[in-house]
Structures are given as structure tokens and as C-alpha cells.
């Protein structure tokens, strides 16, 4: 069946809050551009999944009047915690000693898909056209190699590839220039990343995984607008990580827990580690006869500014998490998705007015290194690569730097990517997790459970392999299999359940909640993620 082709000023893939504010600042700039966005998740917000506490410094750029329009910023930072945990004690840090990217006056906590849910309204409202249950699965080209859109994923295909009775072919959306919002590592992204070599020069790009639950907890031992966050236990001092944990709303509690991907050990589980840091005596104190609503994980970059990749290529340009702009000394990337949307969005306007089309957006880089972003970003350059050499000294060393040096650092750290750290199952030693309580912690079907996550199993598998063998003769021989601890939806298994007892790895992809953690973090790169049919995954509620 032939696709149908749709044409536009600008296409932009991806509904998060980069997508959303270059879909909405466009309009603004003009309300003649014509502007289209997909999103993957069946809504716009349903794959969102994020702390949040929010810089507004961006949206009040991009809407003065946010308060007026009723964005659901509800609940100000009314104080900070930083706490270092120990096995069972925990110890403050005093304020006046907490570097500047951990105090949040002026910050509100929020629900990132409410306010993305939000901005799909606003972008709505002036002409954007949305299209939500739509996955960007491939990049379109001109003869000449410039990007002229993407193609949407067929529909009604069956696990073999084959078209069924329901089968819809995908549509291909054209612009004079395409956005790629898609998040953190996005699959088209990652292919334009290796087309254009965006990625020479900079520094390998490394991540986290973020595993967030929504709790309502009772009233008594809500705390509107507390923030905290924590290092140290239960991760060992070689591991980089923390957690974070915001009272906002009607006695709701977001509370997660961040992993570095650099980890060393393949015993390691971040899932497992989430559920026993809730039950460390100052944590479990806020949750103790509350209720848990919601659960979800999604990877999130946190190389900065020396792992940024070039921005833009022939036709179309990277933004937000796509690119990697999120700070991760302040755990806070939404201000920057949306700013650098902006930014974008700008050069695209100014490019369209002077009758220009699938050329290199020059100035969105030069307006970047203008910006007050890229100063953020260069202030807290050193943090991961800094907390990568352990959590005291890390903490240490990048308190001198922030406190002392403001940043300014005559030297730039460099970073390693995250799947050449992993040690050889022999040489490190296995870690014995505590069984689920039911009540505080949780196992991890359960907690998919929560996640709404939902694939229609006759379909393609959307987790590749790029060699089928290797799962079983490399990361089971040498790694114990670690693509089992580090998923956190129990999407990957070693079953042992053919008459010969030989291993093979079974992979449960209608479990995925699309953190891409198996992407970035197997060993041999042999795991490629890339979009389902569109609509399906999680659909987060208030998260």
C-alpha cells in the first residue's frame, strides 16, 4: 500500500516540552507557519515521566502570562533537605552549605505530564497541528542527503512483519525543516547522530535511570512544597546515584530514585535498589500508610554540555533531551527542553521569512552559546564526571568547584560511555536484595502493573537483536545476564525450559515502559530499542 505523504512548514516529533514549546513559539513568531507534531504515546503527556521540580526561567519566557492561563504549577518550593544516608542514620546537610544547584527558592513541583498535557492545549489553541498515537520510525531524505521529514510506523503488522487485516501504512509528514524532541536517546536521533557524525568532537554521551513511583500518603506527614534529596545508601560509594522525593498537590508524594548507568557491578538492580532505599527510616517515616498510585522508569542523559552532540544537520536540528540538555547537578531538564525548543524554534522562524528550506539552522547553535542555558550547563560541566570517581569525593570535589570556583574551572572533565564500565560478572560480587513487603517496597510486575503499560502482542518485537547469540554466550557468560537486573519491567528473562536445559534469553516486550536503559547499557550493543506501534507503552496519570 502506498503512503500518503502530508506536507508542512515544520515537522517536529516528539510531544515533550522541547517539541511542545518549538510547536507553540513558532506560532507565536508566526501564525502562518504551518507546524506538526507527533507523539508516540497515545496523548500527549502519556510517556512523560519526570521528577519534577521546575526552573520556570523558560516558560516564563515563552508565556509571561502562565499563571493567568492556569499552567499547573500548584505548589512552590517551600524548603530543601539534602541528606546523606548511612544503613539505618541519615545526616543534613546544612543549607548555607548546599551548593547553589540544590536550593530551589522560586521552583515549583509539578507533574510533568500535566503540564505537557497543558502545552499541547496552548500549542492547540494557535493552529498547531498534534497528533498523538503516531511514532516517528523513520527519517525521510532528499536526493541531496537534507532530512524532509519522517515517516510514521505501519499499523496491523504481525510479529513476523506481515500485514494483517488491519493493516494501516504508515504516513509520511514533510517539512522544510524537522525537529527531533523524541527524549533521551532517541531512536531517530541516535540514527542521525551516526548519518551526519554529530557526535565528533564531543564526549560519549552517559545517563541515568530514573525509577519514579506517585504516592498519596496521609495528611499528617505531607509537607506542601518539601523537597529532598539524598546520596549515599543504599548505593555503595563507587556507584553514582540518589533520590528525590516532593510533596506537592493533595498529600501526594513523588519519590524516585536515579542510577548512574556507569555502574561497574552486573549484580547490580536500579529497581531493586529504588525499593530498598524506601525503606530507610527517613524515607519509610513519609510513606508508612500511604498508598502507591503509579510506577514507571525512563533512562534521562546527564553528560551536559561536554557531551552535547552539533545540533543540527541538513534540514532539521536536535532538541531537548534529544540532544542531552539536561543539568544534572540540578536534576532539572524540563527548563532547558523548553529553551532550547525556543531557541530552535527561532531559527527556523527567521529562516522561513527569508524564503530559505532544508539548509543547516546556524543560528540556533550561535544562539544557544549566547544563552543564559548554555551558561548553566557550562557552570555544572564537571558534576558527572566528577561524581563518576565516587560519591564522597565526587561530592567533594564538585562542592569545591561550585562553591569555591563558581563553576569556572579552568579544565573540563571528560566522560566514558556508560556500556564499557561493566565488570565480568567473576570479578565482582553478587548482591542478595531483600524480598518485597508488599506494603513499601514492591516487586516489579506489580509495579509495571501500575504503569498502564500496554502492547498488542501480535506485533514486531521492538526490542532488536542485533546477533541473537550473543545474549547467551557473552552476557551470560561473562556478565551473568545483566539486561535481567537493569530492565526494570521484567522485560528481559534466562529461561532454562527446553528438554536439553539449555539457556535462551526470553524477552517479554509487552512489558517495556520505553526507558531504553537495554539500549544504552548492554555490553556489546547488541540491544537496539525502537518505537512500537503508536499508542502503545505506558500511559502515566499525573506523573
Known amino acids: 500500500m502506498q503512503r500518503e505523504a502530508m506536507e508542512f512548514d515544520v515537522v517536529i516529533v516528539g510531544g515533550g516540552p522541547a517539541g511542545l514549546a518549538a510547536a507553540?513559539?513558532?506560532?507565536?513568531?508566526?501564525?502562518?507557519?504551518?507546524?506538526?507534531?507527533?507523539?508516540?504515546?497515545?496523548?500527549?503527556?502519556?510517556?512523560?515521566?519526570?521528577?519534577?521540580?521546575?526552573?520556570?526561567?523558560?516558560?516564563n519566557e515563552l508565556f509571561p502570562d502562565w499563571q493567568a492561563r492556569e499552567a499547573p504549577l500548584e505548589t512552590p518550593v517551600s524548603?530543601?533537605?539534602?541528606?546523606?544516608?548511612?544503613?539505618?542514620?541519615?545526616?543534613?546537610?546544612?543549607?548555607?552549605?548546599?551548593?547553589?544547584?540544590?536550593?530551589?527558592?522560586g521552583n515549583y513541583i509539578v507533574s510533568l505530564g500535566n503540564l505537557c498535557r497543558w502545552m499541547g492545549q496552548q500549542a492547540e489553541s494557535?493552529?498547531?497541528?498534534?497528533?498523538?498515537?503516531?511514532?516517528?520510525?523513520?527519517?525521510?531524505?532528499?536526493?541531496?542527503?537534507?532530512?524532509?521529514?519522517?515517516?510514521?510506523?505501519?499499523?496491523?503488522?504481525?510479529?513476523?512483519?506481515?500485514?494483517?487485516?488491519?493493516?494501516?501504512?504508515?504516513?509520511?509528514l514533510l517539512?522544510?525543516?524537522?525537529?527531533?524532541?523524541?527524549?533521551?536517546?532517541?531512536q531517530l536521533g541516535k540514527e542521525l547522530e551516526q548519518r551526519f557524525d554529530l557526535r565528533k568532537g564531543a564526549d560519549p554521551q552517559v545517563y541515568g535511570l530514573g525509577l519514579k513511583e506517585l504516592w498519596e500518603i496521609k495528611p499528617e506527614r505531607h509537607k506542601a512544597g518539601l523537597v529532598v534529596h539524598t546520596a549515599g545508601w543504599p548505593l555503595d560509594n563507587d556507584t553514582y546515584g540518589g533520590s528525590f522525593c516532593y510533596h506537592y498537590g493533595d498529600n501526594l508524594v513523588s519519590i524516585g530514585f536515579v542510577v548512574g548507568l556507569g555502574y561497574s557491578n552486573p549484580y547490580l538492580s536500579p529497581f531493586?535498589?529504588?525499593?530498598?532505599?524506601?525503606?530507610?527510616?527517613?524515607?519509610?517515616?513519609?510513606?508508612?500508610?500511604?498508598?502507591?498510585?503509579?510506577?514507571?522508569?525512563?533512562?534521562?542523559?546527564?553528560?551536559?554540555l561536554q557531551a552535547l552532540p552539533k545540533l543540527i544537520f541538513p534540514g532539521g536540528a536536535l532538541i531537548g533531551d534529544d540532544a542531552g540538555f539536561l543539568n544534572g547537578s540540578r536534576i532539572k531538564g524540563s527548563h532547558a527542553a523548553i529553551k532550547s525548543g525556543m531557541l530552535a524554534a527561532d531559527a527556523i522562524a527567521a529562516a522561513l521569512s527569508s524564503g530559505r528550506s532544508g539548509d543547516e539552522l546556524t543560528a540556533y547553535p550561535e544562539a544557544f552559546r549566547q544563552s543564559w542555558l548554555y551558561e548553566e550547563l557550562h557552570t555544572a560541566r564537571n558534576f558527572k564526571p566528577w561524581m563518576s570517581k565516587g560519591t564522597l569525593f565526587g561530592s567533594l570535589m564538585f562542592g569545591i568547584d561550585q562553591t569555591l570556583l563558581r563553576g569556572k574551572a579552568p579544565w573540563t572533565l571528560a566522560l566514558h560511555a556508560d556500556h564499557t564500565k561493566l565488570k565480568r560478572a567473576a570479578e565482582c560480587t553478587p548482591i542478595v536484595y531483600p524480598k518485597a513487603d508488599g506494603v513499601i517496597?514492591?516487586?516489579?510486575?506489580?509495579?509495571?502493573?501500575?504503569?498502564?503499560?500496554?502492547?498488542?502482542?501480535?506485533q514486531p518485537c521492538h526490542l532488536h537483536l542485533k546477533d541473537a547469540a550473543v545474549p547467551i554466550a557473552v552476557n551470560l557468560a561473562l556478565y551473568d545476564a545483566p539486561e535481567q537486573r537493569y530492565c526494570p519491567a521484567s522485560v528481559y528473562e534466562i529461561l532454562r525450559d527446553g528438554a536439553d536445559g539449555q539457556p535462551r534469553l526470553q524477552i517479554n516486550a509487552q512489558n517495556c515502559v520505553h526507558c531504553k536503559t537495554c539500549d544504552i547499557k548492554d555490553p556489546t550493543q547488541n540491544i537496539t530499542w525502537v518505537a512500537p506501534q503508536g499508542g502503545e507503552g505506558p500511559v502515566y496519570p499525573g506523573m
Do not use: W
Open 175 to 186: 517539512g522544510k525543516y524537522t525537529l527531533f524532541g523524541e527524549g533521551c536517546r532517541g
Open 24 to 59: 507553540i513559539r513558532l506560532k507565536q513568531l508566526s501564525a502562518d507557519i504551518g507546524v506538526c507534531l507527533i507523539e508516540k504515546g497515545s496523548e500527549i503527556g502519556a510517556h512523560i515521566l519526570a521528577g519534577t521540580v521546575i526552573d520556570p526561567r523558560a516558560l
Open 79 to 105: 524548603e530543601d533537605r539534602f541528606l546523606f544516608l548511612g544503613a539505618s542514620g541519615a545526616r543534613q546537610v546544612p543549607t548555607a552549605l548546599l551548593p547553589n544547584c540544590f536550593t530551589n527558592h
Open 441 to 458: 517496597s514492591f516487586d516489579r510486575l506489580s509495579s509495571v502493573f501500575l504503569s498502564n503499560t500496554n502492547h498488542e502482542e501480535n
Open 272 to 304: 531493586e535498589e529504588f525499593q530498598r532505599y524506601k525503606t530507610h527510616p527517613a524515607i519509610r517515616a513519609f510513606l508508612e500508610g500511604g498508598k502507591r498510585i503509579s510506577y514507571g522508569a525512563r533512562a534521562i542523559t546527564a553528560g551536559g
Open 126 to 172: 494557535l493552529g498547531v497541528e498534534i497528533y498523538p498515537g503516531f511514532a516517528g520510525s523513520e527519517v525521510l531524505f532528499h536526493d541531496d542527503g537534507a532530512v524532509k521529514g519522517v515517516a510514521t510506523g505501519d499499523m496491523g503488522l504481525d510479529r513476523d512483519g506481515q500485514p494483517t487485516a488491519a493493516h494501516q501504512p504508515g504516513m509520511e
